[in-house]
């Protein structure tokens, strides 16, 4: 009898497809989504710190890299902190406006060792890479970003092979949206469940059928940010977990009348009032070189 395996790879570009989608639905091209929300990066850099958002950077230092590679790097959230650190930076980011925003802040902190390509990773050659970085990466990461990537096998093979150290993934964890409330919540919202997509679990199966064995370690992520009223608490809740712009004022009415029910298990510290947004994700690395 023949054993009928799960197609890992598929659930999981199935899974991707269903997301871009709908963020092709939302802002036209997924080229315009990643301009777009480019627009927001300003905004969640300036709260940062309130979160611990940047823990993963002392995983990837703890190897000494001099040499790194950030695929999918937006504004360099990740970048730059590690440029400081290492001999060089090489960013892949497919938005120029993204771009953009990235060398100015490059230029702001007089940084000189940040080269960056404007592609898609599945469209820079191996040698292009190798050419720019005069040899392998010590380090290659992928940080919330493989949801972007088509051919997942080619664009994990092609990030083992251009790095002679390690490589890392984060990779989220789709929990947050199963909670009874909130997938109640959102069908009164928007008509429909929340999309439910495959996380960390489906990489890492298919990194086990590449032949990589890899460490994971789940990170939780927490920011907790003063808000002067449940007004703003509701803006703050539906960007950051709504994952929206801007909602109409029916949908916010509902999104207030639930904040309310829930406020009480919000975190209130001294005489304030603080948005609370937690989640899991996974870092999931391996040393080149000792896959099976």
């Known amino acids: 009898m023949c054993e009928m395996k799960p197609d890992w790879a598929g659930i999981w570009e199935e899974g991707n497809r269903k997301w871009m989608n709908e963020m092709i639905i939302e802002h036209g091209s997924l080229s315009k989504a990643w301009d777009e929300g480019a627009e927001g990066y300003k905004e969640f850099e300036d709260d940062l710190k309130y979160s611990n958002y940047l823990a993963p950077i002392k995983k990837v230092l703890l190897s000494k890299p001099e040499t790194v ?39 702001a902190d007089n940084l000189t060792n940040i080269k960056s390509l ?58 947050y949206n199963q909670c009874p409330d909130y997938k109640n919540l959102y069908l009164q919202l928007f008509k429909k469940l929340p999309l439910s997509i495959p ?5 890492y199966m298919i990194l086990r059928e590449m032949g990589i064995e890899t460490n994971i ?44 029910e829930k406020i009480k298990e919000m975190k209130i510290k001294g005489d304030g009032l603080y948005f ?17």
């Open 118 to 175: 404007c592609v898609r990773w599945e469209e820079v050659s191996e040698k292009e890479l190798m050419e720019l970085n005069k040899g392998k990466f010590d380090a290659v990461l992928s940080f919330h970003s493989l949801g972007g990537i088509a051919d997942t096998i080619q664009s994990l093979r092609k990030m083992n092979d251009v790095c002679s150290g390690f490589v890392y993934l984060l990779v989220g964890s789709s929990e």
């Open 276 to 292: 609370e947004h937690r989640y899991k994700s996974a870092l999931i690395y391996w040393k080149v070189g000792e896959e099976r």
């Open 217 to 260: 370690e789940m990170v939780d992520f927490c920011m907790e940010k003063p808000v002067a009223s449940i007004d703003e608490l509701v803006d703050e809740w539906v960007r950051y977990r709504l994952m929206r712009k801007k909602v109409t004022k029916t949908q916010k009415i509902k999104v207030k009348n639930y904040l309310s």
């Open 69 to 107: 590679l950030d695929i999918g790097a937006g504004t360099g959230i990740f970048a730059i902190p590690l440029a400081k650190k290492v001999k060089n930076v090489v960013v892949i980011e497919p938005s120029q406006v993204t771009l953009d925003l990235l060398k100015e802040k490059v230029g």
């Open 199 to 203: 996380d960390y679990a489906c990489i």
